[in-house]
């Protein structure tokens, strides 16, 4: 029997994530990579429509999940979530603020809310798994999820800024 309460720990996710990218939304708006430097990369209003994007399709999928009966697609998108946070927080927040000596977009978030978030979460989750294989199965699939939901947003949000 699950100890998770999956509906809350997803609304809490969805909080969490939605702050982070609040952060980042504003933090790209002041924020400018140095001369030469990763040029290529969206920013400014890209930038935001890409976050705005990636977080209502977040809030999407949430909604969608808490209204299933099963516990199955509210452990996966748990599980999708909280690996995202991880890999998220390290690449770009805080491998990015080491790297630029200084505050980079959403670090603050990354650090003071992903990072505990995972540490709290994530042990309860892996006790929710019947194997570790199941287990580190969902984690690969959650990044393999969270880094198509990055490039599609960044995609589009490209894509939208051209029109």
């Known amino acids: 029997m699950s100890t998770l309460h999956y509906n809350k720990q997803l609304f809490i996710a969805g909080l969490i994530f939605t702050l982070h990218n609040t952060e980042e939304v504003f933090g790209f708006r002041q924020f400018r990579y140095p001369e030469g430097i990763l040029n290529h990369i969206p920013h400014g209003k890209e930038m935001t429509t890409a976050i705005v994007l990636i977080t209502l399709i977040a809030w999407i999928a949430i909604i969608w999940t808490t209204v299933q009966t099963k516990a199955g697609p509210k452990k996966f998108l748990l599980t999708t979530l909280v690996t995202a946070f991880l890999f998220n927080a390290f ?53 393999s999820l969270a880094l198509f939901l990055v490039f599609l947003t960044q995609t589009a949000g490209y894509l939208i800024c051209k029109i």
């Open 91 to 143: 690449i770009p927040h805080i491998l990015g603020a080491i790297y630029f000596g200084g505050y980079f977009p959403a670090v603050v978030t990354a650090v003071a809310l992903y990072l505990p978030y995972v540490y709290c979460i994530l042990p309860k989750l892996y006790d929710e798994f019947e194997t570790r294989k199941a287990f580190f199965r969902t984690v690969a699939q959650g990044i």
